[in-house]
């Protein structure tokens, strides 16, 4: 079980990235949140097998057609308590 934190950055935000962001880690059965920034990046974190949250963070590389992966910041997380599934969280 790992837990990763990743920050996306283009254009993210209006072309449906966070919604099918969480479609592809409840298709992997990864666990955790997604949430816009007010900065205009796309903040999540993934829990669960590694393989899972690697296959996650591939997709999120690339993103839904619509939108354009800048960059994107992939990093250990803190430890989080496990979470009971994968949700969509308000912007911050």
């Known amino acids: 079980m790992v837990t990763r934190q990743i920050r996306v950055s283009g254009r993210v935000q209006g072309v449906g990235y966070r919604a099918l ?50 960059k994107l910041e992939d990093s250990a997380a803190e430890s989080e308590p496990a979470h009971a599934r994968f949700e969509i969280r308000p912007t911050v």
Not at 35 to 52: I, K
């Open 21 to 70: 962001l969480r479609h592809a880690a409840r298709k992997h059965g990864v666990v955790g949140w997604v949430r816009n920034r007010t900065d205009g990046t796309v903040e999540a974190v993934l829990q669960g097998p590694r393989e899972a949250v690697d296959a996650v963070i591939a997709w999120a590389r690339h993103g839904p057609p619509g939108s354009l992966v800048n």
